[in-house]
């Protein structure tokens, strides 16, 4: 049997794998040895960054599959893991990067716009995490992607960070009840991310207060959090970092902390 704790032969199914930081995490997992990759997107408007993130992970020797769907609805999970694990015959490790950003007044803030968010960051990240829980091999690894605006004080962010912070309680519990088996579960909270995941929400003065808000922001290229910040950890969660389970960890360069 493979070393549990390095990415060695190894399977991961990505969620919100096609691009930006998703696909950062699928091209240092290959990197690592991982021979496996399940990239998840969600829409067809993704569809072209999936493509050719899954041509290049091919071209550095990994299998890959695609898979698109929207993860708020549950079969959609199932079908993901269940295509994965019947390509692969096996996964070790599931990422969920996925997710929206809303940024309103609460006093703006329509049905809609709640059920959007809650949908795409708590419903869909809890039955992501359910399903890894009944997929992944013995001694796998989980890590969801939550925000560090769950540390902030801070207007106009009522919904976004609110269903964030029902993933850190998933995430705690699924620790419990998945750690007799050897998984280990965990979220991570980049500080604002220099990606159009970010900018889309933003007014210019907004994202000058943000690049100066970091207390390393100053040693920053973009004064952001930069996915190459994020990958790397990600990494060592699911390898050496093992031992840690059922946490938070806020990488944001100081822009908040608790």
């Known amino acids: 049997m493979s070393n549990p704790h390095t990415l060695q032969d190894k399977v991961a199914v990505i969620a919100g794998g096609g691009k930006n930081l998703g696909a950062l995490i699928g091209r240092q997992f290959v990197e690592a040895g991982a021979r496996g990759i399940a990239i998840h ?5 993704s569809k072209a ?22 993860l ?43 059920d959007r968010s809650f949908d795409a960051n708590a419903k869909a990240a809890f039955f992501f995490l359910q399903q890894a829980g009944r997929t992944l091999a013995d001694g796998g690894k989980i890590v969801t992607l939550v925000s560090s605006l769950l540390a902030a004080y801070t207007p106009f962010y009522a919904i976004y960070p609110g269903s964030k912070a029902a993933v850190e309680h998933f995430t705690r519990a699924a620790s419990k009840e998945f750690g007799a088996r050897g998984i280990s579960v965990n979220a991570i909270g980049p ?63 100081g822009y908040t902390t608790r």
């Open 41 to 45: 997107y969600n829409s067809d408007a």
């Open 191 to 253: 500080g604002p991310m220099d990606t159009p995941f970010f900018y889309g929400q933003e007014q210019p003065e907004a994202v000058a207060y943000h690049k100066s808000a970091a207390a390393l922001s100053p040693f920053s290229k973009t004064g952001l959090t930069d996915i190459e910040d994020i990958a790397p950890i990600v990494r060592f969660l699911v390898t050496e970092g093992w031992w840690i389970t059922g946490q938070t960890i806020f990488a944001n360069g």
């Open 72 to 114: 708020a609805v549950v079969d959609n999970n199932v079908k993901l893991f269940e295509q994965a694990k019947a390509h692969f015959g096996r996964i070790d490790i599931a990422i969920n990067t996925a997710g929206v950003v809303i940024k309103k007044p609460i006093l703006d803030v329509d049905e809609a716009d709640y």
């Open 49 to 70: 960054d999936a493509e050719k993130t899954a041509a290049e992970l091919r071209g550095q020797g990994a299998d890959v599959t695609l898979f698109q769907g929207d």
